[in-house]
């Protein structure tokens, strides 16, 4: 008689591993209206476009922090499997508190996960398929245009915690240590928008680049 054996576990796919929170708590204070509330190229409300941008890329989990307007972002998502987490400090928070938030509102198990700014919009899907090729445990990645440092990051489990225990009013960029750039060849990486002019200069310009384009990479000890 055969004896019993353990069900084999199936590997996880390419991406189920990673997360992604999306901050998109803040006040819009210079565009006015809230900004990831613009409808983007198709109409689609821009913090949709980016959270659709994640999931098209396979990535497990995609958590919007949400601050201004929630419920309308809230609705907003209701398509997309993507889950909203509210910051109730964000009029005072800035971007840590955010984050802070985001961390602690996602499941166990995720190897790392992205941080992505709700304005922008331009991050090709092809750059989020790079930093997930690219990710070593221990690790975190980041994009590099023209020789400057762009988002999302893909922060590695292993920060988390140290981001976490920044004090209020420090920036994230603090808790950063051991950042593995990857070169692309895509300005979306860099480009955000603040004012009205800023979007409607961006739904002008065509940036989002071919996953075929190369990139390389190098590391920056901290």
Same mark, same amino acid.
């Given at each position: ?10 590997? !996880?796919?390419?991406?189920?591993? $990673? ?13 006015v209206e809230n ?33 201004r307007d929630a ?59 790079? !930093? ?66 800023? $979007?409607?200069? !961006? ?20």
């Amino acid at each position: 008689m055969a004896s019993a054996q353990a069900p084999s576990v199936a590997p !996880l796919q390419w991406g189920e591993s $990673y997360g992604a929170l999306i901050l998109a708590a803040g006040l819009s204070t210079r565009m006015v209206e809230n900004k990831v509330l613009l409808p983007w190229r198709g109409g689609q409300p821009i913090v949709s476009h980016i959270a659709a941008k994640y999931l098209r890329a396979g990535v497990r989990e995609v958590l919007v922090v949400t601050g201004r307007d929630a419920e309308r972002v809230a609705v907003a998502l209701s398509p997309l499997d993507a889950q909203t987490i509210h910051n109730p400090d964000y009029a005072t928070g800035e971007m840590l508190s955010s984050l802070k938030v985001g961390l602690g509102g996602l499941p166990a198990g995720l190897e790392a996960v992205f941080i992505q700014p709700a304005d922008m919009p331009c991050v090709p899907v092809a750059a989020i398929e790079r !930093l997930m090729a690219e990710h070593e445990p221990g690790w975190n990645v980041a994009p590099r245009y023209a020789g400057r440092r762009g988002h999302p990051v893909l922060l590695d489990r292993a920060h988390w915690s140290r981001m976490l225990g920044l004090p209020a009013g420090a920036a994230p960029r603090d808790g950063l240590r051991r950042v593995k750039l990857v070169e692309v060849a895509d300005a979306g990486v860099l480009l955000d928008m603040d004012t009205r002019g800023t $979007y409607e200069a !961006l739904l002008r310009v065509g940036v989002e680049s071919s996953s075929q384009r190369k990139t390389r990479y190098c590391r920056v000890n901290r």
